[in-house]
């Protein structure tokens, strides 16, 4: 699909075999003079391939932004950029390569406008140094996630070979890292082992559509979650009207409330979520005219931060009002997606300097409204992608009851009812568009095993010491790109503007997706099983006799709840409104309610700091530096910081009663790299009590906190302390904005735990519980760093 002179790009995967010890990358000067073998072990074992088109963003030596088209390829860790396709180039050299390595970070930025066209960009940083970082772009969203998704291939790669200690001159440090701002190395090798590769496509200048012959859904270790939801529904939904073929349903779970009614609209698509994704942020008048009959004028008055945007609109009110005049509004839509694959859109009414209100037209409110676009499993015998459309919104409960009750025409004309059919006009124009109906078919796939595909002479004489930053972030030098073409040079000179080549993408993953399978426990029939959480009996130490925590010895500044009307305050539930991995989710992704947790919740503190602070359980004041504190055998400590003015950070003390087993799951994350810390450390949000559009916008789906924020660990005498950044990210930024904007009505719940990735680590336990009751930002403490 076309926009803005940018097209899709292919993006291919292939699985091949891995070499045990593979050579190293070349150093920061380029010279590639050691030319020294690590060794050529090689194992039999599957390692992901990638490669596609990407955009190059960045800033050259003299400050002038840049725009090149790259050819991008992973195989492994390793990854090289080339000015060509090397499939169809066999001699040609990378112009850069580099690592991915453990303290590499990516991050989706969003939505950026790159001369006439919108492209989304993904950022590299490091964990230790963010001045270390560099940029690409694709030109969807679905492109920018299958990247992500490469990338996070490759560090699982090179968290394997670290804990096997295969590869160990690949442990980089922050004194090895190269000048970010310096040029990039020079290559003396060849990358041998790219002609081999399948040719896919004719270039970046054709659209080749081919259909995959693998059906099911994308899935990725590192990504992708069960369907099902991770919490406990708090909702009652019922279906009262199916209209063209989608559901509508309204929320039944307080009949009696004096507020509006949740109404939501349900209908499945035949096309990918990212797909419907890029249809429904596409404001072209043309497009929207077929399937919108309210927000099909739409003009697009600011951006923020990728993920964020403000539109102004006008509309006819003979399609939709009896009143005769003009209207118009003006509304926001921020957007994310979660590490399952799910688009979350919230959309709410706004004001905005550059359109006040007109003369001849009459400000109209937009309901506010939330949408989510998921991917479902294709159909049996069918690779024709799926996916499910919810969108929600409150309306007046007196038009919506005479209209169920077929007794009032007038709520069709209402922007309500317009909204409401807004899921199926998107559900009937892509039906009808072909072309949007296949794009999920263009993802080309072409699987092949072989333990030869990675010859250890294709590393020669490179030496491991760049990460992937260093090899995109340095100056993309402006003399070689001017010796491909003359004609590329004067076009773009012509304007004086960043030119994007028309790119076409298929996006390609090499795993299936399993189908999910829901089963709902019955909470009362099952509790003595669930309560006793299987697994956590030889977490801690059975030989060592616990030790009677008394609550009363740990304080924090937030204190403990005495009961349910209690405000500003904590408690610790139970696990019962969590679900979490059951013994056979590996077969079956079943999930089970969640048990009592493992560890205690002894204190909470709610700080107020001038910057993010780390190292919170070393503090003079903190409750570990106390001679209670010293005398447990193990405290987990969780520091979530939240960005604000000022910074908060909301601080967790979990206790055991009894040492950790260094052999269990919990022993190995607490003594482990930042690397598995990162893929097994996971998050369980539900908003309890609170307004229903922060209540989507938190969602209810577990999160590898690692792979979404940037964590840092710290492992010192009888505590682990986890410093969870949260405004590392753009999106976890905006998300915790809008909570913080009602969190004095807001009643949250938390569960952390270790994920299973193993039938030896399932079933899961919950680690940690917590409540935050309607909690009260100016009652936090201040806390001298």
């Not at 790219?194 to 899935?219: D, F």
Request: one cysteine or more; a neutral charge; hydrophobic letters at 35%.
């Amino acid at each position: 699909m076309e926009a803005a002179g940018i097209t899709e790009t292919e993006v291919t995967v292939r699985n091949v075999g891995s070499v045990g010890s593979e050579k190293e990358l070349f150093d920061s000067n380029g010279s590639g003079s050691s030319g020294r073998r690590v060794g050529e072990d090689r194992e039999k074992g599957g390692a992901f391939e990638y490669f596609g088109w990407v955009y190059h963003l960045g800033t050259n030596s003299i400050g002038h932004e840049y725009c090149h088209l790259r050819f991008l390829f992973i195989r492994g860790k390793y990854v090289e950029m080339y000015k060509r396709d090397p499939n169809e180039n066999p001699g040609i050299k990378p112009i850069r390569r580099g690592v991915v390595g453990p303290t590499l970070m990516v991050e989706e930025l969003g939505r950026r406008k790159v001369n006439q066209g919108d492209v989304y960009v993904i950022r590299f940083y490091s964990r230790l140094d963010e001045t270390k970082k560099g940029e690409i772009a694709c030109a969807t969203a679905g492109e920018a996630r299958k990247w992500m998704e490469a990338f996070d291939h490759a560090k699982q790669q090179a968290e394997i070979e670290l804990s096997t200690g295969r590869s160990s001159r690949s442990r980089l440090s922050i004194e090895n890292e190269i000048n970010l701002e310096g040029h990039r190395p020079k290559m003396r090798r060849y990358a041998h082992g790219l002609k081999r590769l399948i040719r896919i496509g004719q270039g970046p200048e054709t659209l080749l559509r081919q259909a995959s012959n693998l059906v099911g859904n994308v899935k990725s270790d590192g990504f992708f979650e069960a369907e099902s939801e991770d919490v406990i529904e708090v909702y009652q939904w019922r279906c009262v009207r199916t209209v063209n073929g989608v559901r509508i349903f309204e929320d039944v779970s307080n009949p009696k409330s004096d507020k509006g009614t949740l109404v939501k609209a349900v209908g499945v698509v035949d096309a990918s979520a990212d797909t419907v994704f890029d249809v429904f942020l596409n404001i072209d008048q043309q497009q929207r005219y077929e399937w919108d009959s309210l927000t099909g004028d739409l003009e697009l008055l600011d951006t923020y931060d990728g993920h964020y945007d403000v539109l102004y609109g006008t509309y006819d009110p003979k399609y939709l009002t009896r009143w005769k005049s003009n209207r118009d509004f003006v509304f926001s839509r921020q957007w994310f997606r979660g590490q399952d694959g799910t688009y979350t859109i919230l959309q709410f009414p706004a004001v905005h300097k550059k359109r006040p209100p007109r003369s001849g037209y009459r400000r109209t409110k937009i309901n506010p409204s939330t949408w989510e676009i998921r991917n479902l499993s294709a159909q049996m015998g069918s690779n024709t992608a799926r996916c499910l459309i919810s969108q929600m919104l409150e309306i007046n409960q007196a038009g919506w009851c005479k209209w169920k009750q077929n007794s009032c025409a007038k709520f069709e004309k209402t922007i309500s009812y317009a909204l409401l059919s807004q899921v199926a006009g998107l559900k009937e124009y892509i039906g009808a568009s072909p072309a949007l109906r296949v794009e999920s078919s263009t993802t080309v796939v072409r699987s092949k095993f072989t333990d030869a595909s990675m010859s250890p002479i294709d590393y020669d004489d490179a030496e491991v010491n760049d990460e992937f930053y260093d090899a995109i972030a340095g100056e993309s030098s402006s003399s070689s790109d001017e010796e491909e073409g003359g004609s590329k040079k004067s076009n773009s000179k012509k304007d004086g503007r960043v030119k994007l080549k028309n790119v076409s993408w298929a996006i390609a993953s090499l795993a299936l997706k399993r189908n999910a399978v829901f089963l709902f426990f019955s909470v009362c029939n099952l509790a003595n099983f669930f309560f006793t959480a299987p697994g956590t009996e030889e977490t801690l130490d059975p030989n060592v006799p616990p030790i009677i925590i008394e609550p009363s010895e740990f304080s924090g500044s937030l204190h403990k709840g005495k009961d349910e009307k209690d405000s500003n305050c904590w408690t610790s539930p139970n696990g019962s409104g969590f679900k979490i991995r059951g013994k056979t989710y590996l077969k079956d992704n079943s999930k089970v309610v969640g048990g009592d947790p493992l560890l205690q919740l002894v204190a909470v503190d709610w700080l107020k700091v001038d910057r993010a602070a780390d190292g919170v359980a070393l503090h003079p004041k903190c409750l570990l530096q106390t001679a209670a504190g010293k005398k447990l055998p193990f405290v987990l400590v969780i520091n979530l910081q939240i960005p604000a003015k000022p910074n908060y950070s909301l601080v967790l003390y979990y206790a055991a009663d009894r040492p950790v087993n260094k052999e269990s799951l919990l022993g190995k994350f607490i003594d482990g790299t930042d690397m598995f810390r990162d893929s097994r450390f996971k998050l369980i949000p539900s908003i309890i009590e609170g307004y229903w559009m922060v209540k989507r916008a938190v969602g209810t789906k577990a999160c590898l906190l690692g792979k979404a924020v940037t964590c840092k660990y710290l492992r010192q005498d009888n505590f682990l302390e986890i410093d969870v950044d949260i405004g590392s990210s753009s999106v976890a930024r905006s998300v915790i904005g809008l909570v913080l904007g009602y969190v004095t009505s807001l009643v949250v719940d938390l569960a952390i735990l270790v994920e299973g990735k193993e039938e030896a680590e399932l079933p899961e336990f919950l680690l940690g519980t917590v409540r935050l009751n309607k909690l009260k930002p100016e009652t936090a403490e201040p806390l001298e760093v």
